[in-house]
């Protein structure tokens, strides 16, 4: 028994970054907007407070703000020959579950993805020749400049408070930040994070070394804040539980204290929490959507909910599932290189190494989330030249340490035993005297790393799970070797007593954690053949259907996505709101 | 802490039975009932401070005992593993959610799979600690002729690098290296998280480090401590500030 709803306008399926944001920019239009989130309420006070929040155990161990795999998941596998077996626990990546979504849990770092990377085919054919990019590698322009999207950017850095230095206002190239940056408007809302002993150490070495370090920036707020919609973040208590964790200062700049209380004050603005949407509705011509089709998950009610336009606002992955679930857009087979849902499904590589240096402090329990000091001179510098080197990409290093929790972070020297008193006694001696040089490195697109819908394993509902087929390729791992060699001969610049052997990614293993920056699989473009949506993120096949998130990127940068997935929510509503509404119909 | 609180293991030391667990644990119900009432008189403890066992049974507690002792020995940085509460903790994680398979995908069919697919067994961890703790007492019995709680410290370190390195199946075909993965993450939590699960006792694991625990506002530590110089940690756990 299906019950069946008075339609609404608007419908939006979760309740994040972007649907906050999409909520928040549409509000005022006073059209009747419905939002479904299939996680419950959430709000600092009764869920990030203190002790309660400053719990490893039950938040960074056992995943308690993240999606339950119990309930939904993914298979997985490297290749297309190996049979794909679920993802029985979370672990290399962590969806959020709940009001705020990952927004709640992240870490906070928020780049701007520069115009090359927007036209990343054009430029690396003027540059490299059409030779240089490998025939499986589908890497596509976004349809997108920097340019169009700059006064985005600065919209989402102002909403979430980011903390940084600008390399380059307008043109002129300013002291202390990233000089390989494009052109910005203004500077940052907040100034950088206090650096502490390793960002210096990091930051000499690598200025000694010819580089050009700067603060990163991050969406923890270093200052008391007050943001463009008048909402107020509190100032980075450096706490050390930032990323997998709530902010019990509001300090991070998250949608439940930014977006999603702005969008809320309209009361055509109607938030329904425990609602897990399980399909988007089509009518009988397969080229409109008639709203969306979910379940109670308190009752186990199912529920249909017609709405004139529908906005998948979910994690990047989940809005793939649900559009492969819906028969949205033709699946990509990677064989025929045919079809487009499921397409371009890229992860983040690089490489770390630890030194160790006796006899310092690096007190790596104080730390802010996203801050740290990074190096761009192998990553957005477009003049660096990847001919040498062989891969199309890059990586931006850093030094950052967001994390002295004990359960994970437990550095020891290579060659320590795993237990045991001398175990203990190097513990004891290296936990504050370490530090983690990383590189986060790009990962274009290879026609064989896609996602689908799997012939055998379900979800709670009875409808198949996604399968993700990925594995870093050639491109990634020369690009991951270089790394490591760059991180190699920065650390030995720095000096320490000890240092392990730089390591770089070289195969996906779903069980460390390494990055939650899944993207892909519904991808913006300039053609309909080889692009899920527009450059307003419309389907191409369904007008009356937007997709937000990490899903719309073509590639995946060596930078953090939620910069540009922020950037691109702003972009889109403002395309539904002053475009679309008044006469809806495909905008490309 | 109250002095007249007795943990278990010095129970067990006092009455001369440690490595006896297994067929002494009932006898000794009535003293350790009397030593709950004498600390229940002085303060009221913490559930998971509580004696006894909630999912272990007698021979899976001497092994898990004999397990977190010879992994963290007491020396000069902490008391030994039963002392931090470690088996104490594992024991409470196996009873709990996460024992249960709380957020583990359950449903088959299963595949051994590719070391990159992690965990496919189709047990739940409380599940796996039963078959791979009966397996694992097997192979030390056929190895070395007794099971793992008795046998000396070289043959315990040779089994448990055995097992680390994925060299030992156990009974039935179960691959020793999964349960090492997952035993090897317990006893890190049981000696880091905090106290209130059970492990960690009086900070401990916290102290031997220098991790402050829950302390929260460090928006005048950040620049007093970025000079290389150490923070005067004294841990403070949620207990503590509740």
């Known amino acids: 028994m299906v019950t069946k709803l008075p339609p609404v306008d608007i419908l939006i399926v979760g309740m994040g970054w972007t649907g906050g944001i999409l909520a928040k920019e549409l509000g005022p239009t006073g059209l009747k907007i419905a939002v479904l989130e299939r996680g419950g309420t959430r709000s600092t006070q009764n869920d990030f407070s203190v002790p309660l929040i400053r719990d490893e155990l039950r938040f960074s161990q056992r995943h308690d703000l993240m999606m339950d795999v119990s309930k939904d998941t993914y298979t997985i596998r490297n290749k297309p020959s190996e049979p794909a077996l679920p993802m029985r626990r979370l672990g290399s990546f962590l969806p959020g579950e709940g009001l705020g979504g990952a927004g709640a849990h992240w870490n906070g770092v928020t780049w701007r993805w520069p115009d090359h990377e927007f036209r990343i085919r054009t430029k690396y054919e003027g540059r490299y020749g ?90 923890n707020s270093s200052r ?280 770089p990614r070289l195969t996906w293993n779903v069980v460390p954690y390494q990055s939650t920056h899944n993207t892909g699989g519904a991808i913006m473009g300039t053609d309909p053949g080889t692009s899920a949506l527009n450059k307003y993120l419309q389907s191409w096949d369904v007008a009356n259907l937007f997709v937000m998130g990490a899903s719309a990127f073509p590639h995946n940068s060596g930078y953090n996505p939620t910069g540009p997935v922020g950037a691109l929510a702003y972009w889109a509503a403002d395309a539904i709101r002053e475009r679309y509404l008044r006469n809806p119909r495909q905008l490309v | 802490m109250s002095e007249t609180k007795i943990g278990r293991r010095e129970f067990l030391t006092s009455v001369g039975v440690v490595g006896a667990a297994s067929a002494s644990v009932n006898a000794l119900a009535p003293v350790a009932a009397e030593a709950q009432t004498a600390s229940q008189a002085a303060a009221t403890p913490p559930a998971a401070e509580a004696a006894g066992y909630e999912y272990l049974k007698p021979v899976e507690q001497a092994f898990v005992e004999a397990l977190v002792d010879h992994m963290i020995p007491k020396d000069e940085l902490t008391g030994s593993g039963t002392e931090l509460g470690i088996a104490t903790y594992i024991d409470r994680a196996l009873a709990g959610a996460w024992g249960k398979g709380a957020r583990l995908y359950k449903d088959g069919p299963w595949q051994r799979g590719t070391p990159n697919q992690g965990y496919q067994l189709p047990l739940t961890p409380a599940e796996l600690y039963r078959a791979a703790i009966e397996g694992s007492n097997a192979y030390c019995r056929k190895t070395f002729g007794k099971d793992f709680d008795r046998c000396n410290p070289e043959q315990k370190e040779a089994f448990l690098k055995d097992l680390a390195a994925g060299k030992i199946t156990l009974e039935g075909g179960l691959p020793g290296r999964a349960f090492f993965v997952v035993l090897y993450d317990n006893v890190m939590e049981g000696m880091f998280a905090d106290p209130i699960y059970g492990g960690n006792k009086d900070k401990a694991g916290w102290k031997m480090i220098g991790f402050p625990g829950v302390l929260a506002n460090n928006a005048e530590n950040v620049k007093k401590y970025s000079d290389g110089k150490k923070f005067p940690a004294n841990p403070i756990s949620i207990a503590d500030m509740s």
């Open chain 1, 224 to 503: 008391p804040y007050t943001n463009p919609d008048g909402m107020l973040l509190g100032q980075c208590q450096y706490c050390g539980f930032c990323e997998r964790f709530g902010c019990e200062a509001n300090a991070k700049g998250s949608p439940h204290i930014t977006v999603i209380p702005v969008a809320l004050r309209y009361s055509n603005v109607d938030l329904r929490t425990y609602c897990w949407v399980t399909k988007v509705l089509m009518d009988s011509t397969g080229k409109k959507a008639t709203g969306v089709a979910y379940v109670n998950v308190l009752t186990g009610e199912e529920i249909e909910q017609p709405a004139d336009l529908v906005i998948l606002a979910a994690y990047g992955l989940s809005n793939v599932h649900l559009m492969l679930l819906s028969g949205i857009g033709k699946p990509y087979d990677p064989e025929t290189q045919t079809g487009v849902i499921g397409k371009n499904y890229a992860y983040q590589g690089g490489s770390n190494v630890a030194l160790f240096f006796e006899g310092v402090s690096f007190n790596p329990f104080i730390a802010s989330g996203g801050w740290g000091t990074s190096i761009d001179d192998f990553h957005t510098n477009w003049n660096f030249d990847r001919s040498k080197h062989g891969y199309i990409g890059g990586s931006y290093i850093s030094v950052g340490g967001s994390n002295g929790r004990p359960i994970t972070y437990r550095p020891v020297p290579p060659g320590t035993p795993p237990w045991g008193s001398a175990w203990k006694r190097a513990t004891a001696k290296w936990y504050q005297s370490a530090l983690a040089i990383g590189a986060s490195g790009m990962v274009m697109p290879n026609r064989y790393n896609t996602l689908d819908l799997d012939p055998t394993y379900k979800n709670r509902f009875g409808q198949p799970l996604m399968r993700m087929t990925f594995d870093f390729k050639d491109n990634e791992q020369k690009m991951n070797r270089h790394s490591a060699e760059v991180i190699g001969q920065i650390g030995r610049a720095m000096n320490p007593t000890i240092m392990g052997n730089p390591n």
């Open chain 1, 130 to 219: 059409k030779n240089f990019i490998p025939a499986d590698m589908p890497i596509q322009d976004w349809g997108i400049t920097g340019a169009e999207i700059e006064p985005y950017y600065d919209k989402f850095e102002y909403t979430a408070g980011v903390s940084g230095k600008a390399g380059n206002i307008k043109g002129q190239i300013q002291p202390g930040g990233n000089p390989f940056e494009d052109p910005r408007g203004r500077d940052y809302p907040n100034p950088p994070l206090v650096a502490n002993h390793a960002s210096k150490l990091f930051a000499k070495a690598a200025t000694e070394l010819g580089y050009h370090p700067y603060p990163r920036p991050a969406a």
